[in-house]
């Protein structure tokens, strides 16, 4: 499964945030799933579909073997690359 989350940590309503993205949609909600986040709360205006993670779960993320952490530098390089 390749799934990542970045290490933006946005802040915005007294968290830090950051994106949970997959080389899939079908990978990134199974993923979000095991997160226990509901289909709903995707993100999918924008370049890329993504969820935002607050910093506690994107930590519990990559812990539990769900997500693998990137840098946003890397991300976006990736977006460049695929477009």
């Not at 993100?43 to 990137?70: K, M, N, W």
């Not at 840098?71 to 390089?77: G, V």
């Amino acid at each position: 499964m390749a799934v990542y989350v970045d290490d933006a940590r946005i802040p915005w309503r007294g968290r830090r945030w950051s994106h949970m993205v997959a080389d899939s949609v079908e990978e990134l909600h199974v993923a979000a799933e095991a997160l226990g986040l509901r289909r709903e709360w995707v993100q999918d205006r924008g370049r890329t579909v993504h969820y935002d993670l607050p910093e506690s779960l994107r930590a519990h993320a990559i812990e539990l073997g769900v997500a693998e952490p990137l840098s946003w530098r890397e991300l976006a390089r990736r977006r460049l690359e695929r477009a």
